[in-house]
């Protein structure tokens, strides 16, 4: 399993600010692999990626 890494570092992985990642998961277009129980989320890059990829195809 792929180890799995913050919303900041999920953001510099992607080339987008951390608000967009947070923006997304607000507006439902990404889900966290996990939720820590202080409310930080914790993410697989390729799971996002594959996850955006899906959102692209829909908006076609």
Request: positive net charge; proline residues 3%.
């Amino acid at each position: 399993m792929e180890d799995l890494v913050t919303t900041g570092d999920l953001a510099k992985a992607l080339g987008v600010s951390r608000g967009a990642v947070i923006r997304w998961v607000n507006d439902g277009l990404i889900t966290p692999d996990v939720t820590t129980p202080g409310g930080h989320h914790r993410w697989s890059v390729e799971r996002v990626r594959e996850q955006l990829k899906g959102q692209r195809k829909r908006d076609e």
